[in-house]
């Protein structure tokens, strides 16, 4: 190689080599002097917290959650799904907060669209997701409001605790935190969490009137609100056009009842809430 270029590469490589190093030394000094120093008990949180990344606390991870229970009186100590009681009280006492009722929910499938035999309007040939089919006229079957069944809620779920079975999702209760990325995922709506404790339900979502409903489910909820009528705990409504629950009332107000909302429903929609088993095994042992 020439002396000359052989000087001038050897130049060039000790000229980039101390400006590397001038750089490398300034950014040193500049993350010395402008470093932020961690709040320790945001650590402490994060070390706690069971680490599903799964948003069911309503913030974009743990370590976001982790900084709003520490810095923002406001937030809950108890907003770990996964984590349930024992992780409610650990973030409770590093942050010096009250934790209050920490209840195990699970997500319920508000649809009986096997048992009711519900049948298919349209054959969809587009990608099996239920976000897409609900695009193609909002979905393939007869009830517009019936669990499309392509699996988005199973894909989601974080914890593998929904498998799909028949074209239907199947709640593992065991597994089930109540994270609530099921409900995101479904485009029908249709899931929704509730208290594992629940003593009824109603596994029915739609809006349509009651000849509407009968024209394409053999057991669908018809509208009739006599479950609001004979309900002794006002815990029953409707709204938008669908039953609502208010569990925390039910469950106060005792066996007394005898689930009379139960009795009373004449298409026997309203249901007694059972988690010992998964939901599609509890609607065949109902139907049976």
């Not at 000087?7 to 750089?23: P, Q, S, T, Y």
């Not at 406001?74 to 992780?87: M, R």
């Not at 009280?89 to 096997?114: L, N, Y």
Request: overall charge neutral; proline content about 6%; some cysteine.
């Amino acid at each position: 190689m020439d002396p000359v270029l052989l000087k001038l590469a050897l130049g060039g490589l000790a000229v980039l080599g101390c400006i590397g190093l001038f750089f490398g030394v300034g950014l040193a000094m500049a993350a010395h002097k402008f470093a932020v120093e961690g709040d320790p008990k945001v650590e402490e949180v994060l070390e706690v917290l069971a680490g599903a990344q799964c948003g069911g606390c309503g913030f974009a991870g743990c370590e976001a959650y982790a900084e709003a229970v520490v810095h923002d009186p406001n937030v809950p100590p108890n907003l770990c799904f996964p984590g349930k009681a024992e992780v409610a009280e650990m973030v409770a006492e590093i942050t010096g907060k009250k934790v209050t009722g920490v209840q195990d929910i699970i997500a319920s499938v508000r649809c009986s669209r096997i048992e009711g035999k519900v049948g298919k309007r349209h054959k969809y040939t587009g990608h099996p997701s239920c976000a897409g089919a609900n695009l193609a006229f909002g979905g393939p079957f007869a009830c517009q409001y019936a669990c499309v069944g392509f699996g988005d809620c199973a894909e989601s779920c974080p914890f593998d605790a929904i498998t799909m079975k028949e074209g239907f999702p199947s709640v593992d209760p065991d597994t089930c935190v109540g994270c609530g990325t099921c409900v995101k995922a479904c485009p029908k709506k249709i899931i929704e969490l509730i208290p594992k404790a629940a003593r009824v339900w109603v596994p029915c979502s739609s809006k349509d009137t009651g000849p509407a409903v009968k024209q394409v489910c053999e057991v669908g909820c018809i509208s009739c609100k006599l479950c609001v009528k004979v309900c002794p705990a006002k815990a029953v409504s409707f709204e938008g056009d669908i039953v609502k629950i208010d569990h925390k009332k039910c469950m106060e107000f005792g066996p007394d009842c005898k689930e009379i909302c139960v009795e009373k429903c004449p298409r026997h929609i309203f249901r007694y809430y059972r988690t010992s088993k998964s939901e599609s095994e509890t609607l065949r042992a109902v139907a049976a």
